[in-house]
């Protein structure tokens, strides 16, 4: 029945035993559900956290359950808002429509594509694959890390068939040699990633949010792909005035970038202040092992940027690149760097209030906070790692059939889990606490018509007052607010707020001036026309008129 590596969230003794059962029991008494389908609930909890139980290797497993899904309990709206108050300095509108762009552009840089109407599938596997679309005759090798985009295609396929070919195989994959490895539904609504199980040749087809489609008045001079040796996701999009520069964040998830904020800060040879070292490592990564990111960028903004302001931007990991880069072209007066816009990023330097770089960066930088985003808050509050533990282990739901059972999993095995990352803490908070915010910091929650700025005190760091406020209950929440697509929206929604509010001051003075002095109100209207046009409106004038001509 098979020969799967032990593992013990998808192939533990358990499925193995179901495999056997159906293996040898009448189609009619098979059973479906996943045994001990609590206990592997526990295990995917854990291993979320970077917690592999049992020394397994992560892989996805070949007995699928029809009847039985794990997924989080809903939480309450208030609990998941962070607690605003708009007493506190907030964005201009420039600034806010500068900062939607950015978070916009932080998005569509994790799949960066000219052509909102195509359909890219990514090989991400070290395998040579063959993609088959029986339904319309094409079929195309895909090497590994290679990306194939369908736009071309006359019809979108509904199913792609995967074949991985190696010479020594000869099994028959509908016809062809090769072992076929998947059978997917393609839909124009994602991209597509091909993903490799390890240790295996088994393969699995994810799909991948799409990217918002970029501005009209936006154009992309410049990008940068992950390749071998480049590390670094990057491009350069211009927007009138205005010069863009995007990163891209990690692929990885919330644990991976959790765990690689232990390591040690370094200080940087050039201006001298104390960085992430794996942030830094990587931007020195390229084609050219004389010039790193910053020393590319700054030759190609050169030719692009002249006089425009730049603005640097980027989400989660991408926010410290993008913090980093700034240093480095501060420091050296190559750009006009008018502002750098994080979405959820870690902190990735240690403040140096006697440096004029830093105070250069600090007096241009905005720092974006969704409501509880856990990781826009580590590592200087190390101890929201208890509470993201809390909202794994706490929210966990088991659904079998219509009914839905909760998994409160063991109070022992919680705590072990909270003391050994309290030991590990323990171990690096002489390292890791030194780093800190950039900057103002800027609060956001959905539906909150404001902003709320905290600048950042390199001093008395009275800011840490509410990067370490918790919310009273632990959810999914502090992981789902993380997302550049949470971002955008809350953004998106302040705009329209902020145009909405722009609007009817314009009507509000319109009304007005056709009231006091109707004699240049035709001459006036055009160019308030003009303006509320910026803002999405239509035409006035002759409606206008028309109203006032008795006055």
Same mark, same amino acid.
């Given at each position: 029945?098979?020969?799967?590596?032990? /593992?013990?969230?998808?192939?533990?003794?358990?499925?193995?035993?179901?495999?056997?059962?159906?293996?040898?029991?009448?189609?009619?008494?098979?059973?479906?559900?996943?045994?001990?389908?609590?206990?592997?609930?526990?295990?995917?909890?854990?291993?979320?956290?970077?917690?592999?139980?049992?020394?397994?290797?992560?892989?996805?497993?070949?007995?699928?359950?029809?009847?039985?899904?794990?997924?989080?309990?809903?939480?309450?709206?208030?609990?998941?808002?962070?607690?605003?108050?708009?007493?506190?300095?907030?964005?201009?509108?420039?600034?806010?429509?500068?900062?939607?762009?950015?978070?916009?552009?932080?998005?569509?840089?994790?799949?960066?594509?000219?052509?909102?109407?195509?359909?890219?599938?990514?090989?991400?596997?070290?395998?040579?694959?063959?993609?088959?679309?029986?339904?319309?005759?094409?079929?195309?090798?895909?090497?590994?890390?290679?990306?194939?985009?369908?736009?071309?295609?006359?019809?979108?396929?509904?199913?792609?068939?995967?074949?991985?070919?190696?010479?020594?195989?000869?099994?028959?994959?509908?016809?062809?040699?090769?072992?076929?490895?998947?059978?997917?539904?393609? /839909?124009?609504?994602?991209?597509?990633?091909?993903?490799?199980?390890?240790?295996?040749?088994?393969?699995?087809?994810?799909?991948?949010?799409?990217?918002?489609?970029?501005?009209?008045?936006?154009?992309?001079?410049?990008?940068?792909?992950?390749?071998?040796? $480049?590390?670094?996701?990057?491009?350069?999009?211009?927007?009138?005035?205005?010069?863009?520069?995007?990163?891209?964040?990690?692929?990885?998830?919330?644990?991976?970038?959790?765990?690689?904020?232990?390591?040690?800060?370094?200080?940087?040879?050039?201006?001298?202040?104390?960085?992430?070292?794996?942030?830094?490592?990587?931007?020195?990564?390229?084609?050219?092992?004389?010039?790193?990111?910053?020393?590319?960028?700054?030759?190609?903004?050169?030719?692009?940027?002249?006089?425009?302001?730049?603005?640097?931007?980027?989400?989660?990991?991408?926010?410290?690149?993008?913090?980093?880069?700034?240093?480095?072209?501060?420091?050296?007066?190559?750009?006009?760097?008018?502002?750098?816009?994080?979405?959820?990023?870690?902190?990735?330097?240690?403040?140096?209030?006697?440096?004029?770089?830093?105070?250069?960066?600090?007096?241009?930088?905005?720092?974006?906070?969704?409501?509880?985003?856990?990781?826009?808050?580590?590592?200087?509050?190390?101890?929201?790692?208890?509470?993201?533990?809390?909202?794994?282990?706490?929210?966990?739901?088991?659904?079998?059939?219509?009914?839905?059972?909760?998994?409160?999993?063991?109070?022992?095995?919680?705590?072990?889990?909270? /003391?050994?990352?309290?030991?590990?803490?323990?171990?690096?908070?002489?390292?890791?606490?030194?780093? /800190?915010?950039?900057?103002?910091?800027?609060?956001?929650?959905?539906?909150?018509?404001?902003?709320?700025?905290?600048?950042?005190?390199?001093?008395?760091?009275?800011?840490?007052?509410?990067?370490?406020?918790?919310?009273?209950?632990?959810?999914?929440?502090?992981?789902? $607010?993380?997302?550049?697509?949470?971002?955008?929206?809350?953004?998106?929604?302040?705009?329209?707020?902020?145009?909405?509010?722009?609007?009817?001051?314009?009507?509000?003075?319109?009304?007005?001036?056709?009231?006091?002095?109707?004699?240049?109100? $035709?001459?006036?209207?055009?160019?308030?026309?003009?303006?509320?046009?910026?803002?999405?409106?239509?035409?006035?004038?002759?409606?206008?008129?028309?109203?006032?001509?008795?006055?």
């Amino acid at each position: 029945v098979g020969n799967d590596t032990y /593992d013990v969230v998808s192939a533990n003794c358990h499925h193995a035993a179901l495999d056997v059962y159906n293996a040898c029991a009448a189609a009619d008494v098979r059973l479906k559900t996943i045994p001990n389908a609590v206990h592997i609930s526990m295990a995917q909890g854990l291993r979320k956290l970077g917690i592999d139980v049992a020394g397994s290797e992560s892989r996805s497993g070949a007995v699928q359950s029809e009847s039985t899904s794990v997924s989080h309990a809903p939480y309450a709206s208030d609990i998941s808002h962070f607690p605003l108050d708009d007493t506190g300095a907030s964005l201009d509108y420039a600034k806010l429509r500068c900062a939607q762009k950015a978070a916009l552009l932080s998005q569509w840089v994790y799949v960066p594509e000219l052509s909102s109407e195509s359909v890219m599938i990514h090989n991400a596997t070290d395998l040579r694959i063959m993609l088959y679309f029986d339904e319309i005759g094409v079929e195309k090798p895909l090497e590994p890390d290679e990306r194939v985009s369908l736009t071309e295609l006359e019809h979108l396929p509904e199913f792609a068939i995967a074949v991985y070919h190696h010479d020594s195989m000869s099994l028959a994959a509908r016809g062809r040699l090769g072992r076929c490895l998947l059978v997917s539904r393609i /839909d124009s609504r994602h991209h597509f990633t091909i993903r490799q199980q390890k240790g295996t040749v088994a393969v699995s087809l994810a799909a991948v949010d799409k990217p918002p489609k970029l501005m009209d008045t936006m154009k992309v001079r410049h990008l940068e792909l992950v390749s071998k040796g $480049q590390l670094v996701q990057w491009a350069v999009v211009e927007d009138g005035n205005t010069v863009f520069v995007a990163f891209k964040g990690s692929d990885a998830n919330i644990s991976d970038v959790i765990s690689s904020l232990g390591a040690i800060p370094v200080q940087h040879p050039v201006h001298g202040l104390y960085v992430h070292t794996c942030v830094h490592t990587s931007l020195q990564a390229g084609p050219s092992e004389e010039l790193g990111v910053a020393g590319r960028l700054s030759a190609i903004l050169q030719q692009v940027a002249r006089r425009r302001s730049v603005v640097l931007c980027g989400h989660s990991l991408g926010g410290g690149y993008a913090l980093l880069v700034a240093l480095e072209l501060l420091h050296a007066n190559s750009a006009r760097v008018a502002a750098v816009m994080t979405f959820g990023s870690p902190h990735v330097v240690v403040p140096s209030v006697e440096s004029r770089d830093w105070k250069r960066l600090s007096a241009i930088t905005c720092h974006f906070i969704n409501s509880w985003d856990a990781v826009a808050r580590i590592p200087s509050q190390w101890e929201w790692l208890e509470g993201t533990v809390k909202s794994v282990l706490s929210t966990l739901e088991v659904k079998t059939g219509p009914v839905k059972v909760g998994v409160p999993f063991a109070e022992g095995v919680t705590r072990k889990v909270i /003391d050994h990352l309290h030991a590990t803490y323990a171990a690096l908070k002489d390292r890791v606490a030194k780093y /800190d915010t950039v900057g103002a910091i800027y609060f956001l929650s959905p539906g909150v018509a404001f902003t709320m700025c905290v600048p950042t005190d390199g001093r008395t760091r009275s800011h840490h007052e509410y990067l370490r406020k918790t919310p009273e209950e632990w959810g999914w929440f502090v992981f789902e $607010q993380h997302s550049s697509i949470a971002y955008l929206s809350v953004l998106t929604e302040l705009i329209e707020h902020a145009d909405g509010l722009r609007r009817a001051g314009l009507f509000a003075h319109l009304s007005e001036l056709a009231t006091a002095a109707p004699g240049i109100l $035709q001459s006036r209207c055009k160019c308030l026309e003009r303006a509320l046009g910026r803002c999405g409106g239509g035409p006035l004038s002759g409606a206008l008129v028309a109203q006032h001509a008795s006055t």
